[in-house]
């Protein structure tokens, strides 16, 4: 049961989308959304008396894909009278073919798809200068004009790891906070297969503020390209402030991979933390 709304069932869903036609994860007036249009579905072959609302683990912006993302919906307890498939079904019948939903379940106890969140992975895929690109990965990888050292690379990725401000990273928005931490960020180049050549960034944390995966990875492209050094990286983390020194990636070459959650026992305390606003003391372990 829904813990708002005790005549209501939590179901959780498991989705997978092309974000290049979606004007991001959220609902807008107008503009067409993954949340739109799983919501009007989801309302529609439930006939449900009120629309659907559901709350996702990761809002992602316009352009951006995902492979693992992870939303949960309140139901009225009689709508969904299996263990989800045959709404999973039904929603496979009516969604366009840029959107699937993987599986829908109940929900353990305490189940938040948002604040129940561990971490959440992504992943941003490149191709630099010279390295040919198959023609059909073309709107999930993105082409740089330049030459890549990963060395350089992984020399830069501890500057960033660790909980800190991120605020060089995030487009600020008021009353929320950048403070974040960053638990990995990795860079490896495909050897084989049809991504041969690509480069792949995992960009691991707790969560991400807007825009945050993007700079990171234009930051990580700016140290390995020449453009700056680790001197650079280091002033402009410390800062916190956003400069437009700092470049922000294309959507297209980003990917939400996966969403970690705690054992089904810890849902509710993990929920409880990720509500407490995030702060940065003088002794804080990460901070530079």
Known sequence: MSAEDPTNSRWRLDIA?????????????????VQGEL??????????????????????????????????????????????????????????????VLSVRAAPAGFDARFGAVWRRYVYRLVDQGTPLDPLLRHQVVRVPVTLDLDLMDEAA????????????????????????????SAHRISAGPYAGVLELTVRADAFCHSMVRSLVGALVSVSSGRSDLAWLARVTDAAARTSDVPVMPAKGLTLEEVGYPPDDQLLARGRESRTVRELTPATPGRS
Request: glycine share 12%.
């Open 39 to 100: 919501e009007d579905w989801t309302t529609q072959v439930l006939r449900l008396p009120t629309p659907a609302r559901l709350v996702c683990a990761g809002r992602t912006d316009t352009g951006v894909h995902a492979r693992g993302q992870v939303a949960h919906v309140d139901l009225p307890a009689d709508a969904v009278r299996d263990d989800g498939t045959a709404l999973l079904r039904r929603l496979g019948r009516v969604l366009p073919d840029d959107v699937v």
């Open 158 to 185: 501890p500057v960033l790891l660790g909980l800190r401000d991120f605020g060089a990273f995030c487009r600020r928005r008021e009353g929320a906070t950048s403070i974040r931490t960053l638990l990995e960020l």
């Open 17 to 33: 989308y092309d974000g290049g036609g979606f004007s991001g994860w959220a609902r807008q007036p107008g503009q067409r959304t």
